[in-house]
């Protein structure tokens, strides 16, 4: 869940290095630090604190800024709190080096060091590689294959970038954390995310699992887990400078909840025809066959993602007659699944690095289930082990709260179960149809709600308990709106069915507690949520309604435009997020990198 950056040219890297960590400053926040290598020479400043606190040291130092090459790192912290002594680079008197990730093994590998009398001075697993590194250069390794043999060692995940000083070559290695290298005339970049680089190159190298790469200005040259020289294909990502900017918007969150009527356009228009047939035939390499007779889909994914598929269970159920299994990954990879004959297994995360769900996947696989994901990442770790991949086409998402991920992954479940079922012989045309027509709702929607959530989060953001309901399909948007508050106003929000409030929630309920309810006029327990309303109300609850239809019920009413009731979490979640965003406004949090958390989690 940390940045890394890196670049070997004729350019100055200061620059390049300070402006690709502010665009990861999302990956982690806690530290931040440079090494810039010229001549016989690395240099090295950090310090706890974000990226600006690093750029006001760098500029009260007295560091060489003509140095061209050098690796950069913000840190989201792992092992060892967040401070100075324990931010990257972790260094010794010959090497510099980076780390995303952990060292299972660094305590087995700190008592190899100390029978050498070569001790750690910080908390951090990473400062084992600089060690071992250090260790087998003064036994006369030259830099690469010092960094092998240390590679070789380590046990767990990583991406590391890594210089030395009497080399002027840097040395990567990827195992189950992203890297990627940008390429350019007579110049390389590396980081953790391509957001870092679009600026300066639209080509990019995904390293795969075991690789280790050498990089030499304009110069990469790659081996595979096997050590065998190999070439890795780029890939032109056609993300614009303008994409990964908060495009005049105050945060990436508003922005991003701005884009969802476009993420979801382009995750659906090249895969529905006017007509309303669905097209996934190139990106599911899965049979028709083994598709038309599935019995079971499990359906495993962390936070949003994981809501993303609640939404969609009822309605995969609804149209294609199949079982459906959501499952929280965190908990999955834990327990001994029964796996049915005819199972499909599905991974969803926007990011495609995340480990709760990465490790039920390959669980999934070994023991010989089909499995599909759905990313937002090209070329991502979950991407490709699964069997099939569906990209979610959402460009980059920046802020740390999830927005347009939520709705363009639901873009590509529904456009999932109408597939299958256009396998199985149903005409679904006109419901693939509709979807065609969601982008423009939520357009709609978000224009129509803007005004409104912003005046009711000036009213309620001093509250510091919420309840949200839903029944039905509304439910899980409970359950996500609630998160969403959570996350960045640091309200306490809590998401449960309508009907469960007499369960024990309505202990809660006061003039305190405002109760957020989410119902569409078509569902069929819509008169119970009314009645639940009356319920809130007799205790002097306080009653906001996310809702097509007004009730004289409630205190406020945030209306939204009609729209089918299986379609109704596309509309009805924009408000959600954006009364989230707005509150926290008020309340003065940092909304696109709330404490304690990190855009991808890509350790346990």
Not at 247 to 274: C, P, W
Request: net charge negative; hydrophobic share 35%.
């Amino acid at each position: 869940m940390c940045g890394i950056v890196g670049y070997s040219g004729e350019k100055k890297a200061l620059g390049i290095l300070l402006s690709g960590l502010q665009s990861l400053e999302y990956r982690g926040y806690d530290s931040a630090g440079i090494s810039l290598k010229k001549g016989k020479k690395i240099e090295t400043i950090k310090t706890k604190g974000k990226v600006t606190d690093l750029i006001t040291l760098i500029a009260e130092s007295n560091i060489d800024t003509s140095a061209t090459i050098g690796i950069g790192h913000t840190r989201w912290a792992t092992h060892g709190a967040p401070s100075s002594t324990n931010a990257h680079p972790h260094y010794t008197e010959r090497v510099s080096v980076v780390h995303n990730g952990i060292i299972e093994n660094y305590r087995n590998l700190e008592k190899f060091l100390k029978e050498k009398n070569i001790n750690r001075r910080t908390d951090t697993d990473t400062e084992i590689i600089a060690l071992l590194l250090d260790l087998y250069l003064s036994e006369g390794f030259d830099f690469k294959n010092a960094f092998f043999k240390t590679v070789e060692m380590l046990k767990g995940s990583f991406a590391i970038a890594a210089i030395s000083k009497d080399f002027d070559y840097m040395m990567l290695a990827k195992h189950e954390s992203p890297l990627v290298i940008g390429l350019s005339n007579n110049e390389t970049y590396i980081a953790s995310d391509v957001s870092a680089l679009i600026e300066y190159t639209h080509d990019f190298i995904f390293l795969e699992d075991g690789d280790i790469a050498l990089i030499d200005k304009g110069n990469v040259t790659i081996w595979d887990k096997d050590k065998k020289e190999t070439k890795r294909q780029p890939t032109q990502i056609d993300w614009s400078k303008e994409k990964a900017q908060k495009g005049g918007y105050k945060h990436f969150m508003l922005k991003e909840i701005a884009e969802e009527d476009e993420a979801v356009r382009n995750t659906i228009q090249s895969r529905i025809d006017e007509d309303g047939n669905v097209f996934l035939d190139e990106e599911i390499s899965i049979s028709k066959e083994f598709l038309k007779n599935l019995d079971r889909i499990t359906i495993v994914a962390c936070g949003t993602s994981f809501y993303a598929g609640l939404t969609a269970k009822p309605i995969i159920e609804k149209y294609t007659g199949i079982k459906v299994d959501v499952e929280i990954g965190s908990e999955f990879r834990y327990y001994n699944y029964l796996y049915s004959k005819n199972n499909l297994f599905i991974a969803i995360s926007q990011s495609g690095e995340t480990a709760d769900t990465k490790e039920p996947l390959k669980m999934a696989k070994s023991k010989g289930i089909k499995t599909l994901s759905i990313v937002n990442v090209k070329e991502s770790a979950i991407a490709r082990l699964s069997d099939s991949c569906i990209y979610t086409l959402a460009g980059p998402e920046i802020s740390v709260a999830s927005t347009k991920a939520f709705t363009s992954q639901l873009a590509v479940l529904y456009m999932l179960a109408f597939y299958i079922a256009q396998l199985k012989g149903k005409d679904l045309k006109p419901q693939a149809k509709q979807l065609l027509k969601i982008p423009s709702l939520i357009k709609q929607t978000f224009d129509k709600t803007q005004d409104k959530t912003k005046e009711l989060a000036d009213k309620y953001y001093n509250y510091q308990d919420f309840l949200y309901l839903g029944r039905g399909i509304c439910y899980p948007l409970a359950l996500e709106g609630a998160l969403k508050l959570k996350e960045i106003s640091y309200i306490h929000a809590e998401g449960y069915p309508a009907g469960e409030m007499k369960h024990g929630p309505i202990a809660l309920i006061d003039e305190n507690t405002p109760t957020v309810v989410v119902a569409h006029p078509e569902e069929p327990l819509y008169s119970k949520s009314l009645s639940n309303c009356e319920e809130i109300k007799s205790r002097h609850g306080k009653i906001i309604l996310v809702s097509n239809k007004q009730s004289d019920i409630v205190d406020d009413f945030i209306e939204v435009p009609k729209v089918d009731y299986d379609f109704a979490p596309f509309v009805y979640i924009i408000p959600l997020q954006l009364f989230a965003y707005y509150v926290a406004l008020f309340r003065g949090n940092d909304i696109d990198q709330p404490r304690n958390l990190a855009k991808s989690v890509t350790v346990e």
